[in-house]
């Protein structure tokens, strides 16, 4: 894909380790936030999202956790996997009634067998 | 496969020539969104579609970028006189407009990664 950025924040773990990769987002009156997994050669794949109304939101395997008071985000990977390895982004929405997603610089999440 | 459908997935084109591409949406998403994402980058929003309405655009999509929905369903994003900056991924996605306001999350495809030489 294209997110092969040189300079992109690298988090190295274990298979069956769990993982947390942050993210600093910067609107304020941001309302909806998700985490994307990207692949190389691939587009972005939903993950998990939140509203601004939550604070903490579980899927399979993941966490989502919000911090509007220091505007930060989390991602837990739990159990992470050989195949969980990618570029991860986290999206605020800056649209209003539709999604203009701004995106974070991403984290590449290496996970060795 | 019911994601969302993107053609060409490569595209080379020599610099100054027009180049189109296509989007086909999952078929009951009423949104339909263009990113461009180039090489090291993060996506970035280009405009977006309800149904066959643009309805938004962003400053990055200029007089050369051209994109329609003529039936509210795929969608053709065409850039005349290609330049060596327009090279990178364009990436379409599509959500759902609920009813109470909200959308669906954002469901991407795999992208046209255009090069201009």
């Known amino acids: 894909g294209e997110s092969v950025g040189l300079h992109l924040p690298t988090l190295s773990v274990q298979e069956g380790d769990n993982s947390i990769i942050n993210c600093a987002y910067s609107n304020s009156a941001s309302d909806y936030f998700i985490w994307y997994k990207q692949e190389s050669g691939k587009g972005p794949q939903f993950i998990i999202d939140?509203?601004?109304n939550m604070d903490k939101r579980q899927g399979q395997r993941v966490t989502v956790l919000l911090n509007k008071t220091v505007k930060h985000l989390s991602l837990q990977i739990a159990a992470t996997q050989p195949g969980d390895s990618a570029v991860y982004f986290c999206?605020?929405?800056w649209g209003t009634g539709f999604q203009k997603l701004v995106f974070g610089t991403g984290t590449r999440l290496l996970v060795s067998p | 496969d019911t994601g969302v459908s993107q053609n060409p997935r490569h595209k080379i084109t020599k610099r100054g020539q027009n180049v189109t591409f296509r989007c086909d949406p999952i078929s009951e998403h009423n949104r339909l969104y263009w990113y461009r994402q180039t090489l090291g980058q993060v996506p970035e929003f280009l405009t977006y579609?309800?149904?066959?309405?643009?309805?938004?655009k962003s400053r990055l999509l200029s007089d050369r970028f051209s994109a329609e929905r003529p039936k509210g369903s795929f969608s053709t994003l065409e850039i005349q006189r290609t330049e060596q900056g327009d090279s990178a991924m364009y990436l379409c996605?599509?959500?759902?407009?609920?009813?109470?306001?909200?959308?669906?999350?954002?469901?991407f495809g795999n992208g046209t990664r255009l090069t201009v030489t």
């Open positions: 579609f309800q149904n066959e309405a643009q309805l938004e």
């Open positions: 996605a599509s959500s759902l407009a609920l009813g109470t306001g909200g959308n669906s999350p954002l469901h």
């Open positions: 939140i509203r601004s």
């Open positions: 999206a605020e929405n």
